[in-house]
Nanobody, 125 residues
C-alpha cells in the first residue's frame, strides 16, 4: 500500500519560511516525478512545483519562482518543499503527489495517482 505522508505546515508571518516534507512508504520516490499542489479556500487546486523523475529537473510556477525550492533525500525516501519569503496569498492546503507512470512534469492533477493527506499553510500577521 502506497502512502505519502506530509508534514511541516503551520502558521507563519509574511516573509517567513516553512519546509514541507513528503515521505513515502510502499513506493520508492527516486526517479519518480513528484508534484506539489495547493488549494486555497474557494479556489481550484493548482500545481506550484514539480520535479521530474528522469533527470531531477525542477519546474516552478511563476507565483513561487525564486521563493520555493524542491529537493529530494533518496536515503529518506522523502521530498521537501522549502518555502521562503512567504506571502498571505500562499495560504492554502498543500499536497504532494506522484504517479509511477508519470515521466514528465505536469500540473494536471488527474495525472497523479497517489496524494498526500494535505497540510495547512497559513501566512498571516
Amino acid at each position: 500500500q502506497v502512502q505519502l505522508v506530509e508534514s511541516g505546515g503551520g502558521l507563519v508571518q509574511p516573509g517567513g519560511s516553512l519546509r514541507l516534507s513528503c515521505a513515502a512508504s510502499g513506493l520508492i520516490l527516486d526517479y519518480k516525478t513528484i508534484g506539489w499542489f495547493r488549494q486555497a479556500p474557494g479556489k481550484e487546486r493548482e500545481g506550484v512545483v514539480c520535479i521530474e523523475g528522469r533527470d531531477g529537473r525542477p519546474y516552478y510556477a511563476d507565483s513561487v519562482k525564486g521563493r520555493f525550492t524542491i529537493s529530494r533525500d533518496n536515503a529518506k525516501n522523502t521530498v521537501y518543499l522549502q518555502m521562503n519569503s512567504l506571502k498571505p496569498e500562499d495560504t492554502a492546503v498543500y499536497y504532494c503527489a506522484t504517479d509511477p507512470s508519470l515521466r514528465l512534469c505536469t500540473y494536471y492533477s488527474s495525472y497523479y495517482l497517489y496524494w498526500s493527506q494535505g497540510t495547512q499553510v497559513t501566512v498571516s500577521s
